[in-house]
C-alpha cells in the first residue's frame, strides 16, 4: 500500500516562508514524478510544481515561478516545496501526488496523470 504524507503547512503572514514536504512509502519506484496540486475553497484543484524522480525536470505553475521551488531526494522518495513571499491568494489545502502514469506521458501538470495522493496539508496566509 502506497502512502503519501505531508508536513510543513500552517498559518503564516503575508511575505513569510513555509517549507512543505511529502514522503511516500509502500513501495520502490524508479520511473515517476512528484508533483503539488491545490485547492482553494470554492475553486478547482490546481497544479502548483512538479519535479522528476531522478529531477531532470521541474515545473512551476506560473502564479508560483520565482516565490515557490520544488526540490526531491530521489534516495527518500521525498519531495519539498519551499514557499517564499506568500501571498493571501495561496491560501489552499495543498495536495501531495506521486505519478508513474505522468513520468511515462510527460503530462506532469494533470492532476488525473497522477496515481497516489497524499491527505492534504493546509497553508493560510493572513494579509
Known amino acids: 500500500q502506497v502512502q503519501l504524507v505531508e508536513s510543513g503547512g500552517g498559518l503564516v503572514q503575508a511575505g513569510g516562508s513555509l517549507r512543505l514536504s511529502c514522503a511516500a512509502s509502500?513501495?520502490?519506484?524508479?520511473?515517476?514524478?512528484m508533483a503539488w496540486f491545490r485547492q482553494a475553497p470554492g475553486k478547482e484543484r490546481e497544479f502548483v510544481a512538479a519535479?522528476?524522480?531522478?529531477?531532470?525536470?521541474?515545473l512551476h505553475t506560473d502564479s508560483v515561478k520565482g516565490r515557490f521551488t520544488i526540490s526531491g531526494e530521489n534516495a527518500r522518495n521525498t519531495v519539498y516545496l519551499q514557499m517564499n513571499s506568500l501571498k493571501p491568494d495561496d491560501t489552499a489545502v495543498y495536495y501531495c501526488a506521486l505519478g508513474i502514469t505522468a513520468r511515462i506521458t510527460g503530462r506532469l501538470t494533470r492532476g488525473d496523470e497522477y496515481d497516489y495522493w497524499g491527505q492534504g496539508t493546509q497553508v493560510t496566509v493572513s494579509s
Open positions: 509502500g513501495r520502490a519506484f524508479s520511473v515517476y514524478a
Open positions: 519535479i522528476t524522480g531522478s529531477g531532470d525536470i521541474t
